[in-house]
C-alpha cells in the first residue's frame, strides 16, 4: 500500500501548565509555564506530536516555520534544518548570557531555531512511525534497552506559590532544609522508585546545601546524588563543595558557568587527582566529575570545552539540540572524545518524555539516569500519563511515540493561555519571585 506522507496542515497550541513553587538560582517558578504542543498532519489523515518551550520567543519562529512545512513530506527530516535556517528570530531575544527564565545557557539564533525544530522533528518521526508501523526507537535505528532509567528531580521549594497568586495546589509540601530535601526524596521514591537524586541547588548558601546532600547521604547510603547550583558559586566554592561531597557525588553539575570557569574547576579537581595518585593527599574533591547542561549546550560550544577538558557528562536535551537524530549525534561525538552523556530537563509533558525515552533507549553507552521534571507536572494533554516504575520508564513498541493527545486536556490547557493578560506566557522566574520578595532581583554570579 502507498502512503501519502505529505504535510497538509500544522497546528500549533501554546498552553500553560501548572508548575509548583519550585527554587532555583534565578528566582521560582512561575504557577503556569508555557509549552508548545505541534501537531502534524499527513494526507492520509495521519497526526505526529511534538513538544517544545512555549514563550514568545519560541512561538513566534514556530509560526513562520510552520507555514513552510506545508506540502512537504513527513519523511523528510534533514530538510526540516535547511527550513529553519529561513526562520527569522527576533534579535531583541537573542543573547550569549544564559536565560532568565530556564537556566539553558546560551540563546544565539541558531539555538532558538533548533528548540523549534525539535518540537517538528519528534511531530514527524510521530507521524512517521504511525504511517509505517514502527516505534520511534525504529526509525532512529532500534532501541539497545526496553527501559530508560530516571533520576528523581528534587527542588527546594515552598508549600505553596505565594497568597493571592491563582495556582493550582500541590501534595508535596515544603522542602526548604535538609529534612525537607530528605522527606522530599523519600516520596519520589515511593512513588515511583527512583534511585539516584538530583538536588537543584544555587538556591541557599552552599553550606546548607552541603548538609542537605549530606543528609541525603546518610538516609540513602549508595545512591548516586547530584547537585547542580546552575553556575552559582566561584571556582574557589566549587572546588569546597568538591571537597566536602566528594565521596558521596557521583557527578556536580555546573558548578561554575560558562567553559572558562569550568575548566578552572576541571583543572583544580585533576591536580587533587594527580596529588592523591602521587602523595594520597588530594582529599575527596580527587574523584569528582564535572557535568553540564550550560556550557555545552550547541555543537559550537563543544570543541572548546572538550579541548580544555571542561566536562566529563554532557547533559543533553533534545529540545535545544535540535532533535532526536541530532541527540544521537551529540551521543558519538562525547563517545569519540571520551566524554559521558546523560539528559537534562525542564519542565515538560509527556509528549516529550516519550521522545526523550524514545531517543534515549537508542544510545548505547548512556551513562546515568536521565533528568525528567514530569514528576512535577500534574497536568498533561495525554489520555494516558507515562509511568515511571522501579525509577524507569518502559520503551514503548507501540507506533509512533506511543501517546495519544487529550483533544479536551488540550483545548483546557490553551484556554488559560488564552486567558493570561500575557503575565505567564514568557517564563520568567525572577520576576515570579518580586511577587513574594519585591526586592528581588536576578542575582549576579557568582552569587557565591
Ligand atoms: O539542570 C538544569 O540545569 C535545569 O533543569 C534547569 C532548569 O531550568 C531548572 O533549574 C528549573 O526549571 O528550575
Ligand atoms: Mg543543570
Redesign the pocket.
Known sequence: MTRDLTITEVRLTPILVADPP?????GV?QPYTPRLIVEVVTADGVTGLGETYGDTKYLEPARSFAEKLVGRQVSDLNGLFVLADEVAVDGSQVSGQVDV????GVQTADKLRLSVVSAFEVACLDALGKALGLPVHALLGGKVRDAVEYSA?L?YKWADHPAGVACEKDDWGAAVDPAGVVEQARRFKERYGFTSF?L?GGVFPPEEEIAAVRALAQAFPGHPLRL?P?GAWSVATSLKVADELGDVLEYL??PALGTAAMAEVAAGLKGAARSASDNGSGGRRAGVRLAT??CVTTFAEIEEAFTKGAVQVV?SDHHYWGGLRNTRELAAICRTFGVEVSM????HLGISLAAMTHVASTVPDLHHAC?S?YPWQSEDVLTERLVFENGVVRVSDAPGLGVELDRDRLEFLHRRWLDDDGTLRDRD?AAAMRVADPEWVTPAVPRW
Open positions: 519550585l527554587l532555583n538560582t534565578q517558578h527564565g530556564g537556566l539553558r528531580y527542588f538530583k537543584k547542580d546552575n553539575e555546573d547542561n550550560m547533559l537534562h530537563s525542564n519542565t533528568d521534571h522566574d
